[in-house]
């Protein structure tokens, strides 16, 4: 039985990582928190990060996407949870090295990862589950499938065909 889990969304927001996280801690009766790693200077702005003089509106509007779409889902499944921001330091630390700080600092007894992390032709695919797993003996768990939430059937009616 769990009794704090950290589930992480980002960029690619994992929804399989969210809703088995949701199911796990529904399971568990445990506390949920969600952690959002914020890169700065992110992969995607390349070459053209200094040129581009509005990266830190892109970066807060992506930052707001990704928090208004965990709390939808959240919502929607009656599940509360604790939300978390963090910047990507300039100094190194790769986004799951945050995670794994993240997870011992709160004293999570689980962290889900979904599957999906970018990569230029696959490389760097599995690094922030890699890293995670090294730096931290919490339990991981990779989200591989969106668990579908089950409808509550309050009273079910029954009709005899005469």
Not at 65 to 73: A, L, P, T, Y
Request: with cysteine; net charge positive.
């Amino acid at each position: 039985m769990y009794q704090h889990i950290l589930v992480a969304v980002g960029p690619s927001f994992s929804e399989a990582a969210l809703s088995t996280a949701i199911m796990r801690a529904r399971e568990s009766n445990a506390r949920l928190t969600v952690l959002h790693v914020i890169e700065s200077s992110p992969w995607w702005a390349g070459w053209q990060m200094e040129s581009l003089c509005d990266m830190p509106a892109l970066v807060e509007q992506l930052a707001l996407v990704i928090r208004r779409s965990s709390e939808k889902m959240l919502r929607r499944s009656g599940m509360n949870a604790d939300w978390q921001t963090r910047t990507l330091p300039r100094d190194g630390h790769s986004i799951g090295r945050v995670i794994a700080d993240e997870a011992d600092r709160l004293d999570a007894d689980l962290v889900v990862l979904g599957t999906k992390k970018r990569g230029l032709f696959c490389f760097g695919v599995n690094h922030v589950r890699n890293v995670v797993c090294r730096r931290t003996n919490r339990e991981v768990l990779i989200a591989t499938a969106r668990v579908e939430e089950t409808t509550r059937v309050i009273r079910l009616q029954t009709h005899r065909v005469v």
